[in-house]
């Protein structure tokens, strides 16, 4: 009975040790600053959790990050792209149809006034101008992720006043004349 007894002690005592050794996930990692007594806490998973909400919906990485500016220029360049993404494909079908028309010998479309040989560069023309605007909807929507990613990097970043670059303007004494510069300075 002694026995079976210590066996049960010993199998609860290393089943639920480390179960209440354990930290939280987003406890984040504490950085406490040398000049001044204040904690940092620094959420290691930010970036990655921006990035993930910007790629479910596009600009909610940027207000995660608090960034609530960002969000009409993100709605406004895929919504710009999106709108003549459409506009051209609809204008691509539409040459497109008339010209497979004109091939079977109806000659009551639209364009009446086009020859073949227009109707043929209207639809590459805006062929071409339907795939730019794809591949731009495509370039600004991971522009919009790499954003969040970046900035929540960025927010985590510990900007200190000892190190400061200024523009200054120097007179140069012998010729009199101001030459523009930059000065970078490290204070300890």
């Not at 040790?17 to 904690?39: M, R, S, W, Y």
């Not at 709605?75 to 004109?102: E, H, M, P």
Request: charged share 20%.
């Amino acid at each position: 009975m002694n026995r079976f007894l210590y066996i049960i002690v010993l199998g609860w005592f290393c089943l639920h040790t480390p179960l209440l050794a354990q930290k939280k996930a987003n406890d984040g990692l504490i950085v406490i600053d040398t000049n001044a007594v204040k904690k940092i806490v620094i959420n290691p998973l930010a970036p990655s959790k921006a990035a993930f909400y910007s790629a479910i919906f596009p600009g909610m990485g940027q207000a995660y990050n608090k960034k609530y500016w960002k969000m009409p220029l993100v709605y406004g360049a895929l919504g710009t792209t999106i709108y003549f993404f459409v506009n051209n494909n609809k204008k691509y079908n539409q040459y497109r149809d008339a010209y497979k028309r004109r091939l079977e010998g109806y000659t009551d479309d639209n364009f009446r006034y086009l020859d073949d040989s227009r109707l043929i560069s209207a639809q590459k023309f805006y062929q071409k101008n339907r795939d730019l605007s794809a591949l731009l909807t495509g370039l600004f929507y991971i522009l919009n992720i790499v954003d969040a990613n970046v900035d929540a990097h960025l927010s985590q970043f510990n900007v200190s006043d000892k190190l400061t670059l200024e523009p200054d303007v120097l007179r140069n004494d012998l010729t009199y004349s101001r030459n523009l510069g930059f000065k970078l300075s490290y204070n300890f």
